[in-house]
């Protein structure tokens, strides 16, 4: 696997991001690092999953290191890589309603919503190797899966969701994406997706 250079012009905007800004990237270790994981075959979708895990935990913590590097993050990519092989080893017998319970009501009591999360589950589990054939268009159909369920979440917000919209919006610019761009509209997708299921406790983590 290779990355190209909208994959990484993604990670460096994804760690100004959360780093507000404060913390350069692509220093020669951050760069080693990168290379680590394009040679190991990590998509990059879970390194940028990896970076908001490892940057979540440590906005929890009271005094959070003050110098962080791209290496901090290699736990986490393990463990994204680790969920995603399970979720494919097991197969259509996962229970594809599992994690629903958590959240939050009214959107919980949607019956489209739960057939929308279950629809997304399945395909999830039933993906396969990235060396199959059929790997793109099963791809293809699971993100198509999880827009649907997003959508019904978002509009479940209702007028709330307009204020979601423009603190996204302004930490975007804060971290100089240029709006409309590739970079701009891949951040905002991931960052949208995050924070519709964070308001509902939808489960997404690893997706």
């Known amino acids: 696997m290779t990355y190209s250079r909208e994959e990484k012009d993604w990670l460096e905007r994804e760690w100004a991001f959360r780093a ?20 190991d075959g990590v998509p990059m979708d879970l390194v940028v ?17 003050t110098f962080v590097a791209l290496k901090h ?5 393990a463990k994204a890589v680790k969920l995603r092989e399970a979720l494919v080893r097991a197969g259509p017998e996962l229970d594809a309603g599992k994690g629903w319970a958590q959240v939050k009501a009214p959107l919980q009591d949607d019956p489209a919503a739960r057939a929308a999360f279950e629809a997304w589950q399945r395909l999830r589990a039933q993906a396969p190797s990235p060396e199959s054939a059929g790997y793109l268009t099963h791809h293809d159909r699971e993100r198509e899966a999880r827009t649907a369920l997003l959508a019904l979440a978002e509009t479940a917000l209702g007028p709330a969701a307009e204020a979601l919209r423009a603190d996204l919006r302004r930490r975007l610019e804060a971290a100089d994406m240029k709006e409309d761009g590739l970079v701009w509209k891949r951040a905002w997708n991931h960052h949208w997706a995050r924070l519709v299921a964070a ?9």
């Open 20 to 39: 507000w800004g404060r913390a350069g990237l692509l220093s020669t270790d951050d760069y080693r690092q990168v290379l680590a994981w394009e040679a």
């Open 73 to 77: 993050l290699d736990r986490d990519v």
């Open 199 to 207: 308001a509902w406790n939808l489960p997404l983590e690893g997706a």
């Open 49 to 65: 999953s990896a970076l908001n895990a490892f940057f979540d935990r440590r906005e929890k913590r009271e005094k959070p290191r």
